[in-house]
Every structure is written in C-alpha cells, then in structure tokens.
C-alpha cells in the first residue's frame, strides 16, 4: 500500500495478558522499524528489519517482547503478560533502505493501554 | 547518557516570535541528521534534512556543528500551526535512527 498501516489502532489489556500489534509497510519498502512511545514523549527505539531479517534489536526488551516479519505477512509486534509500564504508544517505520538515509514514513501508532 | 538529548520545553512563543531548538548526539560516527515533527500523539513527520552546510526552507532553518555534535532547528516568524513536538534524529549509519524525546512548542495567538 501506499502507506503504513497498524492494526489495531487501539488496544487495552489486563495486566499479565497477551498483546500483539501488527504493521504492514508501505510496499516495496525493505526495512521495518518499531518504536515505542510512553507519555512524556520519551521515543524509543524497539528493533528494526530487513526484510524478514532482524537488523537491529538492540532495544527490545527481550524477556517478554518478541517480533517478526514474515514474507506475505504483516509485520508483528508481540508482548507476553504486559506489564503497566507497557501502556504506550507503538509506531511502526518502513523505508526503502537502498541508501545511507532513506526517510522513515511512520503508521498511525497503536495504543496500547494495560490495565 | 542518551544517544540523542534535546530539552523537552515546553516552549510558548507569541505568534510572529523566532524560536531555536537544539539537539545533542553522542556518537561522533553519526552519518546523518533530521528533524521530525509531530503533532499531538500523532505519527512523526519529515520536517527536513540537516546538511554541513546549514540548510533552510521557508522559515525553517537547520544547522549542524559537527564538531560540537549538536544540531539546532530555528522557526522564523512562528504560526499558531507551528504547534507541535519536534523530534530531533540521528542516524547512526544504514537505517540505525535514534530519536530524541522531542521538544514542544506551543505558539500563541
């Protein structure tokens, strides 16, 4: 598609549940970007993709954070029993990555509120 | 200490005002460097690109002190729609991007 697409756009979860959230990229885009935004605005880098590749997952919390990206699927981002620290703001990047710099275009976000 | 810090303001300017944003990295390799704009809990947006050279458009300005690691964002004669957070992004190499937590602007009639 034209641009990236998030589902859903908002999610809410008691505390120790499941929440995945999930991000299609624009198409022909090769790179795939997590970020998650908690209230003060604070934007944190989760992982990154190439493709169905992990490129960087630095940021990932890994003890209860997962993701993938698998051909002819949409990206997804998946927490084990959230937590309420959780609640955020997740935005999904894709760019074409054919470059040093390629411009990130960003999703509409998924909130995600764990109660 | 953050790979990319910015004050977070917030900064209220009467309309008509100038208003100059900066930004620190802390990785001297970084490659390249932006400024982002997003409007209340939104997707963040392109605003621009920041070169050596300094670069403007429109009433926007950008400069990068490549020596200081600093990069700073000037808004001249600032519009009510000039309301927004500002994220400043650094671009490690390759598609590595960190942001800052962004800086706030709220321009008064």
């Known amino acids: 598609g034209e641009e990236v697409a998030q589902t859903p756009k908002h999610l809410v979860r008691g505390e120790g549940q499941k929440a995945k959230l999930y991000c299609a990229p624009i198409?022909?885009?090769?790179?795939v970007f997590w970020y998650q935004q908690v209230l003060k605005n604070e934007f944190k880098f989760l992982i990154s993709?190439?493709?169905?590749?992990?490129?960087?997952e630095t940021g990932m919390p890994k003890e209860r954070f997962s993701a993938k990206c698998l051909p002819n699927s949409p990206c997804s981002l998946e927490i084990q029993a959230t937590k309420l620290e959780d609640s955020a703001v997740y935005f999904c990047?894709?760019?074409?990555?054919?470059?040093?710099?390629?411009?990130?275009?960003f999703g509409p976000g998924t909130r995600l509120t764990v109660l | 200490r953050k790979e990319v810090e910015q004050d977070p303001g917030p900064f209220n300017v009467p309309e008509g005002a100038t208003v100059a944003f900066n930004c620190t990295y802390s990785?001297?390799?970084?490659?390249?460097f932006f400024w982002y704009r997003q409007d209340c809990r939104k997707e963040p947006k392109l605003l621009m690109s920041?070169?050596?050279s300094g670069n403007e458009d429109g009433r926007f300005t950008a400069q990068l002190n490549r020596a200081s690691q600093y990069i700073s964002l000037l808004i001249r004669d600032s519009k009510l729609s000039d309301s927004a957070t500002y994220l400043c992004?650094?671009?490690?190499?390759?598609?590595?991007?960190?942001f800052g937590a962004g800086t706030r602007l709220t321009v008064k009639p």
């Open positions: 990047a894709s760019s074409q990555g054919t470059k040093t710099y390629n411009e990130q275009f």
């Open positions: 198409k022909g885009h090769s790179y």
């Open positions: 993709f190439q493709n169905e590749n992990v490129f960087d």
């Open positions: 990785n001297s390799a970084s490659q390249s």
């Open positions: 920041v070169y050596s």
């Open positions: 992004v650094v671009n490690k190499g390759g598609n590595d991007m960190r």
